[in-house]
C-alpha cells in the first residue's frame, strides 16, 4: 500500500475548503500566514496591526473562498494584494506609517560585534525601506524581500508589469542612495536584484 506523500496544492486545499473541509483552510493558513504577517509589519511598522492585518486577509479569504479565481493570480499573490489593500486603507487612517524597529532581528553569529554591526545593518536597510514613498516600498516588499516575480507583484499591485519594473529601479536606487548615505565607504550594502519574470 503506497501512500501519496506531495502536499496539495494550494488550488487544491481551496476547493476542499470551499466543500467545507477545515483542515485544508487551516493548511492554507499555515502555509501563508507568516509571509503575509512579514509583508504587513514591513509596510506598517507594527507588530499589532500586522497580526490584525493578517487576520482581516484570512477571514476575507475563508468568507469568500468562491471569489478567488487561481487563474487570475497564485494564492501568495492575491494575499499579498489583500493585504496591501489594508494596510493602505489603515495608513489613510493614521497619516503616517510608524518606523521599523530592529528588535529581536539580530543575526546570530559566534563574533558579539559582528552581531552589532549585522544588526545595524539591517537596522538601517529597514529603516531605509520605511522611509521610501509607498509605492516604491511595495515593490521591493513584494520582489526583493518577498521574491514574487515582476508579472505577480504586478498582479497583487494591480498595476501594469513596466510600472513594477520602473518603481523597483527608482526603488533600489532611491534605498541605495540612502544606505550610501550612512554608510561608510568601505561598506556599502549591495542591493539585490532577484526579482525574476
Known sequence: MSTDAREPSDTELIERAQAGEREAFAMLYRRHQARVYRFARAMTGSDTLAEDIVQEVFLGLMRGLGRYDASRAALA????????????????????????????????????????????????????????????????????????????????????????????????????ERLQRREEPSSRIPISKRCVI
Open 77 to 176: 499573490t492575491y494575499l499579498f494584494g489583500v493585504a496591501r489593500n489594508i494596510a493602505r486603507h489603515q495608513a489613510r487612517g493614521r497619516r503616517r506609517l510608524t518606523p521599523l524597529d530592529a528588535a529581536g532581528d539580530a543575526v546570530a553569529v559566534d563574533d558579539p560585534s559582528a552581531d552589532l554591526a549585522q544588526s545595524d545593518r539591517v537596522r538601517h536597510v529597514r529603516a531605509g525601506i520605511a522611509a521610501l514613498p509607498r509605492r516604491y516600498r511595495e515593490v521591493i516588499l513584494l520582489c526583493d524581500i518577498h521574491d514574487l516575480s515582476y508579472v505577480d507583484a504586478a498582479d497583487a499591485l494591480k498595476v501594469p508589469l513596466g510600472t513594477v519594473r520602473s518603481r523597483l529601479h527608482r526603488a533600489r536606487q532611491q534605498l541605495l
